[in-house]
């Protein structure tokens, strides 16, 4: 099912795990920029429901950050802590259509069994689907997951960044968690019935997320949500190669910092990270630069 004709919704869907810093500075002004350009709504969106992750107040200095910046979203903000109902209600469908099974596995459970079978892949631990027709006797349930089809089970997309991008879903990740063994529910089935149900369009966000984006084409399936578009723009990362992010010594901008100390520590530079050097002395002026330059990229990148 395609969105394309549908108007442009977009959004901004950070995690509390921190302040903004660079990098989720530059996946706010693409998302930003794009639904500007699009003459679209730009939604933001909490997403807090990693409660061991998130920080006291972060969610406040985002948002705060971000309307000194000058990006203002549209309507009211959500935190995906407030819809829990939703991811109730996905779960109970899923669950009627046979598709979540209990697992009793233990990550180290888990990483044994694939480095037995030979089968690391990437570094990172296929489910082997050790739990998928029940559960061993003694074992006690810890997370739910999501049976993916029987390989290939092949989701790709096309990139607005990057282009033709493709994953075997159930070769590279297996069947993965929608309610962790801690009780709290998953990125990927959180940020898909949010999506669905925010009738976002137009997903910008960082690459880091690229290869999750076939789980979540998966799960959009199951759910009879349409696929948006994808746009993954660069991981901004430290000297060491690492993505930024606050355990890696990300610059968080402070609430207090002035106007113009933002435009030159934090735009100017996101907007060359992005592709477009700017000269601007206010923040209105290079909002009015920004994105007519937005679209000259997006219109390279064709
Ligand atoms: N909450 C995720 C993060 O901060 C982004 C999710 C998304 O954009 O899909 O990394």
């Known amino acids: 099912m395609s969105s394309s004709t549908a108007p442009y919704i977009g959004r901004f869907a950070p995690s509390p795990s921190g302040p903004l810093h660079m990098g989720s500075l530059v996946a706010a002004m693409a998302s930003y920029l794009d639904a500007k350009v699009h003459q679209g709504t730009w939604l933001l969106r909490i997403e807090d429901l990693d409660y061991d992750r998130n920080l006291d107040g972060a969610d406040a200095a985002i948002l705060a950050t971000l309307q000194r910046c000058g990006m203002a979203w ?21 669950r009627d259509d046979r598709l979540v099974y209990a697992c009793g596995c233990s990550r180290k459970e888990i990483q044994d069994s694939v480095l037995q079978a030979g089968l690391p892949k990437n570094g990172a631990a296929v489910y082997p689907g ?23 089970a092949v989701y790709g997309f096309v990139d607005r960044w990057h282009g033709a991008q493709q994953q075997d879903v159930a070769e590279e ?13 998953a990125y990927q089935l959180a940020v898909v019935v949010d999506d669905g149900e925010q009738g976002i369009t137009d997903i910008v966000r960082g ?26 723009v660069p991981v901004v990362n430290n000297d060491l190669g690492e993505k930024l992010s606050k355990q890696t010594g990300a610059l968080a901008f402070d609430t207090g910092t002035p106007a113009l100390d933002l435009l030159e520590s934090a735009l100017l530079p996101a907007a060359r990270f992005l592709g477009f050097d700017l000269r601007a002395d206010s923040l209105d002026d290079f909002w009015r630069q920004a994105v007519p330059a937005w679209a000259e990229l997006l219109s390279d990148l064709k």
Not at 74 to 94: I, M, N, V
Not at 140 to 146: I, V
Not at 173 to 185: E, H, N, Q, S, T
């Open 74 to 94: 549209d309507g009211e903000a959500t935190w995906q802590s407030r819809r829990l109902p939703l991811y109730e209600s996905a779960l109970k469908r899923l």
């Open 173 to 185: 990740v297996g069947d993965f968690i929608v309610l962790r063994g801690d009780g709290y529910w």
């Open 207 to 232: 690459a880091d997320l690229l290869d999750s984006t076939p789980r979540q084409l998966y799960l959009q399936d199951v759910l009879g949500l349409p696929h948006p578009r994808y746009l993954h």
């Open 130 to 152: 050790t739990c998928r027709h029940g559960l061993a006797p003694g074992k006690a349930a810890r997370a739910l997951r999501l049976r993916v089809p029987e390989a290939p």
